[in-house]
Structure formats: structure tokens, C-alpha cells
């Protein structure tokens, strides 16, 4: 299932670059009614910093397996227990603007408790998560809108550092005799990703990301994401979004493995400053 992701992921990302690549050369003409675009580094852009904090609620199913210590964990993402497995969510995504440059920090907390099949009926694993994103974007290509000031779309490449921490407990209960098991670990990995922007207008704007890493860092043979949302903003300084986001990870040491993905809807309030 992971690796199967991997390789759509790997897919997405190698047709965004493609893209990426072919979007200058059909660009270059001055087609007449058509914006034309330009490099980044030909765009005027404002000296002044500028901000953006977006709190975020993201509401995943988990799927996969674990294993801590020979006891192996499957997971199933049933889209009608969503709510019912997911114990905490939240998350913040924070930006600050200069130029061509973005720097991103992005942390999320995610704990899902689920009852699995094991070796006894009556059992449950409870999955912890923390992943914090801190990186920077970097604008390569963007089209400016005629007699607006505002881009219609814009492409930014991604460099970033992936923090991941992992807290599983697994909980056997046999009549009165009660046992558990549990594991926590921390990982740091790099990631490499990209970001298209499209502004419908200056209030109605969608984003496409993606990103990939692990490298066997920090024992992560692979982690990855993509994100797929539309913006809309109630006013320049304030806006709401709606999101769909998946993300997956593989660890595995010591006897311990992890090979999980979370995928769901995104639902952020914005403020722009």
C-alpha cells in the first residue's frame, strides 16, 4: 500500500516539474488577450516582509501497520469511524514572505486510536504523531495578471526539514489481566518538494503541492505528502480554506517498524499581516 503511494507520489511530483519545465517556452510568445508571463526574477516584487498564520484542523484516517517489539498492528482507514477513532487534531501552518523567498514552519499533531485485530479480542493501539515542517519555498516562475497586481499563477520550488516524532502504545486486556507495550521515537529527514499557485481572482485562489524525502535518514527509508486546496479570502487580511492532504512514512529499527499513511480533509482560518 505504502509503496504504491510512493510511486503516485513520485509520478505527481515528476509531472509537476514537467510541467514546470514546458510552462516558460509556451510562455515566451505574447500571445494577444493572454497574460504573459515572465521569470520570478523579472517580477518587481515589494521589498517589505509580509505574513501569513493559518491554524488548521486536519481530520485523517490512518492506515498501514506497525510493529513494536514481534507485536504487529494493521490499520484500516474507514471513512465512516473518521470521527469516531480520531482522539486530537491540530495543526498550524505559518509563512513569512520576502521577494522570491517564503520560509515555512509547519507543525501538526495527530493521535487516532483504533481497535485491530490481535492476538486477544479485546484490545486497542493508540497512534500519536507530531510533524513539523521548517523549510523555505522559492518562486522560479510566475505570471502576472495585465493591470492587476496580483499573479494568476506561480510555481516555487521546496526545501525543507522533516520533524517527525512516533508514540505508539499498544494495550491487551484479557479479563482482569491488563498488559501494554509502547514505543516512541524521534526522526529528523530532509525533503524536497514543489508548490503551482493559480489565482482565479484576487479572492478565489487553489494551490497544488508536493513533496518527498527521507533518503534512509534517520532510518526513514521514505516520507512524503501532497496537499490539494482552494482558498477563499473574506478579505485581504483574512480568509478560510478547504484542503485534501495525504502523507505517508516509512521507519523502520530495531525491530521497530512504522509504515503508515494519514490522508483526510483540511478545514484553516487565515490571517494575513
Known sequence: MTRLNFKLT???IAALFLLFSILPSLAAEDIQGLPKAQLANDIKFK?????HLS???WFPGLSGHVNVRGNHVGFSNQIDQLLHHLDSTIGAHFEASRGNWSLL?????IKITQHPGLRTTNSKTTYETTITDIGAFYNIYSIKMPRADYNCSSVEIQG?????TFHTTIDFLNGATRASVSDTSSVVVPILGARLKYNFN???HTWLGGDFGGFEVSHVS???SGIFGVTYNFTPA????LAYKAMGVNYSIHGITISTMLQGPILAFGYSW
Open 222 to 224: 521514505s516520507t512524503w
Open 10 to 12: 513520485a509520478k505527481l
Open 238 to 241: 483574512y480568509d478560510v480554506s
Open 55 to 57: 491554524p488548521y484542523l
Open 160 to 164: 525543507a526539514g522533516r520533524i517527525i
Open 47 to 51: 521589498d517589505a516582509w509580509s505574513f
Open 105 to 109: 514552519l509547519d507543525p501538526d499533531y
Open 202 to 204: 484576487p479572492k478565489w
